[in-house]
């Protein structure tokens, strides 16, 4: 996974709150077409690795990752970074 993905979501799993893909594509200088496209390919490495965990998009609110082990995520991320 690369860097940009990794940042997503590691922004997203801090917060108990949807962010933007407005927002999300600000802080990280691109569009909120990639921003939708890079959401996707996450969600299909957190599926392919099974960590139980999903950014889902709420239309008006934003995105938001939910899982229910949130040390899986922080594993994932770790090794991700590796």
Sequence with gaps: ???RKLS????LRG???SISGNQL????NVSSRTI???IKTI????EYDEVN??????????????????SAVE???????D
């Design 53 to 70: 965990a999903c950014i889902k998009a709420t239309r008006g609110k934003g995105y938001r990752l939910y899982t229910e082990d949130a």
């Design 36 to 38: 939708r496209n890079d």
């Design 15 to 17: 917060l108990d709150i």
């Design 1 to 3: 996974m690369d860097r």
């Design 8 to 11: 997503i979501l590691k922004r």
């Design 25 to 28: 594509a600000k802080e990280l």
């Design 75 to 81: 594993k994932f991320i770790k090794k991700a970074s």
């Design 43 to 46: 969600n299909l490495f957190l």
